[in-house]
């Protein structure tokens, strides 16, 4: 157990880095390395220290995590069959995120204003990727709207996170966390449906693994700075 604990990380790097060779040299199993990133961060968080677990891991946060898991399985093979429920499962992630992200620290009235500098600037960014798409998102257009939409709203939260008087470094991981899920999605959407790039693939999974690394490393500190 105690090895699992301390090596646990490098191997979620490693899966990630094999599964994006697999992709790059067209290998098999591409699909199976790629369901193993989730589970591996799992394991970290259910391997820890038992002082250090009791508090960081939060109901909504794990129903989170696996509809991220959901999405990933889905999206394995991508076609037009998948996508559409592959994107309701992130949306779905993305729900939960925001009550986790609640539960940690209640908007306040005093503390609105970098919230909403994060909307805003989400709001014109996804604006003009919307808009540079247009019509090549074909029936993905209401779809990709409400998932920018809960992007939006996730990443504000996660913001407002960083204004906890005890959270506040770990609220840094969950905003850049969700930050890098955003760059995730924005390559995977725009290569989806405009560059078809076979290769920018790995971009999209070098961030998206990144993006859950970056989480779940937020969900394990929680109970420290807690109690610090």
Same mark, same amino acid.
Request: hydrophobic residues 60%; proline residues 3%; charged residues 10%.
């Given at each position: 157990?105690?090895?699992?604990?301390?090596?646990?990380?490098?191997? +979620?790097?490693?899966?990630?880095?094999?599964?994006?060779?697999?992709?790059? $040299?067209?290998?098999?199993?591409?699909?199976?390395?790629?369901?193993?990133?989730?589970?591996?961060?799992?394991?970290?968080? +259910?391997?820890?220290?038992?002082?250090?677990?009791?508090?960081?891991?939060?109901?909504?946060?794990?129903?989170?995590?696996?509809?991220?898991?959901?999405?990933?399985?889905?999206?394995?093979?991508?076609?037009?069959?998948?996508?559409?429920?592959?994107?309701?499962?992130?949306?779905?992630?993305? $729900?939960?995120?925001?009550? $986790? $992200?609640?539960?940690?620290?209640?908007?306040?009235?005093?503390?609105?204003?970098?919230?909403?500098?994060?909307?805003?600037?989400?709001?014109?960014?996804?604006?003009?990727?919307?808009?540079?798409? %247009?019509?090549?998102?074909?029936?993905?257009?209401?779809?990709?709207? =409400?998932?920018?939409?809960? =992007?939006?709203?996730?990443?504000?939260?996660?913001?407002?996170?960083?204004?906890?008087?005890?959270?506040?470094?770990?609220?840094?991981?969950?905003?850049?966390?969700?930050?890098?899920?955003?760059?995730?999605?924005?390559?995977?959407?725009?290569?989806?449906?405009?560059?078809?790039?076979?290769?920018?693939?790995?971009?999209?999974?070098?961030?998206? %693994?990144?993006?859950?690394?970056?989480?779940?490393?937020?969900?394990?500190?929680?109970?420290?700075?807690?109690?610090?």
């Amino acid at each position: 157990m105690e090895w699992i604990r301390r090596n646990i990380l490098y191997l +979620f790097w490693m899966i990630l880095i094999v599964h994006c060779l697999f992709h790059f $040299f067209h290998l098999p199993f591409v699909g199976i390395s790629k369901l193993l990133l989730i589970p591996t961060l799992l394991v970290y968080l +259910f391997t820890r220290k038992k002082e250090d677990a009791l508090a960081g891991i939060n109901f909504f946060y794990l129903v989170a995590i696996v509809f991220a898991f959901i999405g990933d399985m889905l999206l394995v093979i991508i076609n037009d069959l998948l996508f559409l429920p592959g994107m309701i499962s992130y949306i779905v992630n993305l $729900f939960f995120l925001c009550i $986790f $992200f609640l539960q940690l620290y209640k908007i306040r009235l005093d503390q609105l204003f970098k919230p909403l500098m994060v909307l805003l600037i989400l709001a014109v960014i996804g604006y003009f990727v919307y808009g540079f798409l %247009g019509d090549k998102l074909k029936q993905f257009q209401l779809p990709v709207l =409400v998932y920018m939409f809960f =992007v939006a709203i996730t990443a504000a939260l996660a913001m407002n996170t960083t204004q906890h008087p005890q959270l506040h470094k770990t609220g840094w991981y969950f905003f850049i966390g969700i930050l890098v899920f955003i760059v995730s999605n924005t390559i995977l959407v725009l290569n989806r449906f405009h560059f078809l790039y076979h290769n920018l693939y790995i971009a999209v999974m070098l961030t998206y %693994g990144t993006a859950q690394y970056l989480l779940v490393r937020g969900v394990a500190l929680v109970s420290k700075d807690v109690r610090s």
